[in-house]
């Protein structure tokens, strides 16, 4: 990354990596702000879903601003095509396999170019139609809504509340610091089960709990409460109340993932690759929401207004009346959690096909400029020739120039307007430059006869 920035002077940048969250806090934690104000993060969408839910908002290429329709998995199409090779190389010494791969490469690479155009506007077309059946779902759920309870920019807002309510809690600064447990809660829960202890009779975790006891009794010098006294009660109740608490904040935070990852793993079939990896996501979630769910239960009295026991159902869904007692309910909405999500991913998709379209006039515009001025570069070479041969063979370069230039140009005006001008024709004038499968096969019949031109020959 660093010799990526130094050879573009600095230039901002975006990296497309399987585990970008992992490299992103290495580079925190080392202090590379140098390189984090200058480089973006994001983790190919197939291996996205191999991410937990707050990995896949905050670095899922849907999510991330500027990338558009991009999916960071084009160098794993590399890696498919020359997986072909594999079978035919094995047996081959180093120098011949690479010879083989080289030439694959070449071709592959080719292959590409010389569908540059035709792959632009399609992706173009392609943009345009999923921008405009995202943006119809988007607007008929916000339609079902009250006048002012959810708008566009309403809509925006639970963009950014769901990236800033992750990150929160990804640096322990949540909302919820008024449950964290005080020393005096500490103090309690140790002299709850120091009291147990004792009449169970295991001395070793007796004689640690004595000691910790101790410490907070000399350091506070108080003495030790009586377990049946009324202060005892009165400390040991607010602290299990913020137990509860605590454990129903991250049940709601799994119940949240769950829901979400519900809805995602309806879109693919069984079969598909992504869906066995959702798959293994939920089953992970529910996993940590049953022990959860058991921790929660073995908190036990006394406590404040909150439920002894909880089972699965209690917590279906993260509008469920359990959470009602944790104040700020992400559930305290008319809108459901589950239609807040789907109309979040819908407005993230009509934003990054927005962007697509953009970069993608942006790259027409883009490759018109480069061919334009290869074209340039091959004129000025021709009155540097002496050599019949040279000069031919770049005469059909141009030719080719030409008649590339003329059919792009053509095929993007659609979507780049007139803020191209091409070079006038020199060389393909009035020969069929417009017809780019007449042009193709011309140059095809030039470049098999030899001697093209012979010193002296007028013709």
Known sequence: MKLLLNENNGQKMHVSYDIACLLKKHLQKNGHEDILKKVSFSIPIFHCYGHGVPCQILYGPR?????GLTDGERIERLWSYLGKFSSITKEMSPENRTDLLTDGLIYYGQKIKDKVGDSLVSKYKRASKLEENSNTSLLEMLSSFPDGEADMDIVEEWVNEEKTSILSRMQNSSNESEYVLSKTDIYALDLQKYYRIRCDGNEEDLSRLEKKLSAYENKNKMKRIDKDGETFISCLKVAKTKEKKLALTTIRQQVSEKQYLLKLIRKYAKGQSIYHRLSKQLKCVIKKEKKSIDGYNKIGEPCFNMPLIICSDDVNTVESEIFNCLGQNEGSSRIPS??????????????RCQEEKELLTQEMSSTLNWYQDQLVKLRRRLGELDTSGSFSHLIRGGMYLEMLITHLSNLFQEYIGDTFTPLPLIL????????HKKMSEMLAYLASVEDLLVDGDSD
Request: glycine share 0%.
């Open 428 to 435: 393909t004038e009035n020969v069929m430059s417009d017809d």
């Open 338 to 351: 589950v239609l807040k999500q789907e109309i979040v991913q819908l407005k993230c998709l009509v934003t």
């Open 63 to 67: 999510r991330t601003k500027n990338l």
